[in-house]
């Protein structure tokens, strides 16, 4: 049976079967997601997020961050605080904002679980190469809308699918920890939801801001 999308809740139908796993697509919002019977457990996911090569010394892996802190670091006044959403064993973004005088703190569920960082408000959100791993996107986008104060900006990376005849072949399918991919309009219909102002400085990079208060 189609399950119901994990963002918006709408209907779905079989996108594709590669014989080891089943992906649906949104009927409502484009998202396609890989069935929850084929997630990884968390033990698994932990490993191989371990594989990932996000070094923060790694003048490669910085300058790729960099296409998103740069424009969101433009819309920020100096001295804002924000939290590194999804951090990975190895905080990279938040380093990178630190050194530009920005108050970050980190949070990640396996690796940085401060349960405290989610109790604040910040005036910016970073989220980088996270919400292809969320097995419920909806419930943590609204976690993050509510940690984002009025006015503030939330900047995200992610893949997006442009090609669904590529999606098969698709390197980014790969990844057994992905398991949420978003089509130019998924992500609309994200910003439309929160009713978040959007832009796109590059591809995949994605800022969202919050409206500031009345």
Known sequence: MPESCPLCGAAS?????????RYLRCLDCSLSFLSAHAHPAPDAARARYLLHRNDPADAGYRAWLERL???LSERLRPGAAGLDFGCGPGPAASSLMRARGFAVRDY????EPDAAA???RYDFIVCTEVLEHLAR??????????????GGVLGATTGILED?????SWWYR????HVAFYRPETVAWIARRFGWGLDSPGPGIFLFSKPPAP
């Open 13 to 21: 139908r079989p996108f594709l079967d590669d014989g080891r796993r």
């Open 69 to 71: 802190l740069t424009p």
């Open 108 to 111: 990640d569920p396996l690796f």
């Open 118 to 120: 989610l109790d604040a």
């Open 137 to 150: 996107p909806d419930e943590v986008l609204r976690r993050l809308d509510s940690l984002l104060a009025p």
């Open 164 to 168: 669904d005849s590529a999606f098969r």
């Open 174 to 177: 790969q990844d057994p920890t």
